[in-house]
């Protein structure tokens, strides 16, 4: 029996990448319910081929073309996730990117067995909302980042007792070995070629600038419940390990794999009993000169957050929210790129911060609270520094 498979933001790098599985194993799977943005000719094109029951589409002009295109199918195109899903998906995969991905995983975990959640932002500003509904809803939930999934998986049969230290690895991006005068005239055509990974727009500024592992740091705390000063960061240039950790015992274990999240993907999916050479073209790489370093701060002033992320039970959102702003106004050159990691520090020195950071939100409204405050705070500092 085919089991039925959800994706969440199917247009994006990491459901595209979601799909190249099911493509393999389309025998397994039955696709029940997708979600996405804007991209209308992708959108079209996965309602045909992959028939659908549902389609969520979030930006309205695109909603009502592919609704027209589509009238006369046996498909229900939706425009928000206020919806009631009669039947439950073995597996859901969650990656739409940034908060606006928090209140569709809340919504659809009551529909799935299974949630592999690739949205870190809905873990960092909504964790405990999100473990407590899969508690109620008994959902199974396995973070598919690499650096979450090679922790996962290499937790099993230990306790966070038995931890030393857990160490997170850095590619450095593009800038690794940039000084800080050319980091000054950097653009954003340059900070979006990876060296290693090929991914969203905003997730390739946040590994130049650094701050997608001060988030993965952010999240880890969170799945794992490991405390802030047993967590490191490491820059890794090749790639290759995606998280170490150093046991009390003496011994210290990784997970080697390709630069590739199809193998996290498909691990998360399948769990046991299958080849990844049926997903994946595997090189045969060999283990040799693998090449660890600190982080220099000059080059990534970023580093600084790590300790304070979740200094109060909300720095993490307004972080977050601040840097979902500078990102794309980087994006849209309105912004230089040293700029993202200065405001981000000055909004950690405004009079009113430590008054939203101590709140804990209880539901998914007062998340949005914290994160308008920090959103609208951001521009007014990025509207004064023009001005400047």
Request: charge should be positive.
């Amino acid at each position: 029996m085919k089991k039925k498979i959800s994706i969440l933001g199917s247009t994006g790098s990491v459901g595209l990448s979601s799909l190249k599985i099911i493509d393999k194993q389309i025998n397994l799977f039955e696709p029940y319910l997708f979600s996405a943005n804007k991209n209308f000719s992708l959108i079209c094109k996965q309602i045909i081929k992959y028939k659908p029951e549902i389609f969520i589409i979030n930006e309205k002009n695109t909603y009502e073309k592919v609704k027209e295109k589509f009238k006369n199918k046996k498909i229900k195109i939706r425009n928000n996730f206020n919806l009631n899903i009669k039947k439950k998906s073995e597996i859901t995969i969650s990656a739409i990117p940034g908060i606006a991905g928090l209140y569709p995983t809340l919504q659809i975990m009551r529909s799935t067995k299974k949630m592999l959640i690739a949205n870190k932002e809905s873990i960092i500003c909504g964790w405990e909302l999100i473990k407590n509904k899969s508690k109620k809803t008994s959902t199974k939930i396995i973070p598919i980042d690499s650096e979450h999934f090679s922790i996962f998986s290499l937790l099993k049969g230990h306790s966070v007792n038995e931890i030393n230290k857990v160490y997170l690895t850095a590619s450095g991006g593009p800038f690794l070995n940039f000084s800080n005068q050319q980091l000054k005239i950097v653009k954003p055509h340059q900070a979006l070629k990876h060296p290693k990974w090929k991914m969203g727009k905003k997730i390739t500024i946040d590994s130049a600038t650094l701050m997608n592992k001060i988030l993965e740091l952010a999240e880890a705390q969170k799945l794992f419940n490991i405390p802030n000063e047993k967590i490191e960061i490491l820059i890794h240039p090749q790639s290759l390990v995606h998280a170490i950790i150093d046991f009390k015992n003496g011994l210290k274990k990784f997970i080697y794999h390709e630069t590739s999240m199809l193998v996290p993907i498909a691990n998360a999916i399948f769990e046991k009993n299958f080849e990844i050479k049926n997903i994946l073209n595997i090189r045969g790489a060999k283990i040799k000169n693998l090449y660890f370093d600190d982080v220099n701060v000059k080059t990534f002033p970023i580093i600084k957050l790590k300790n304070r992320i979740n200094e109060y039970p909300s720095s993490s959102i307004i972080i977050n929210a601040s840097n979902e702003i500078l990102v794309d106004q980087f994006l849209h050159k309105k912004l230089p790129f040293l700029n993202i990691s200065k405001i981000i520090m000055d909004i950690l020195g405004h009079r009113n911060y430590k008054k939203y950071a101590i709140q804990r939100p209880k539901n998914i409204n007062q998340i949005k609270k914290i994160d308008f405050w920090a959103r609208e705070v951001t521009l007014n500092k990025i509207l004064k520094n023009v001005k400047n």
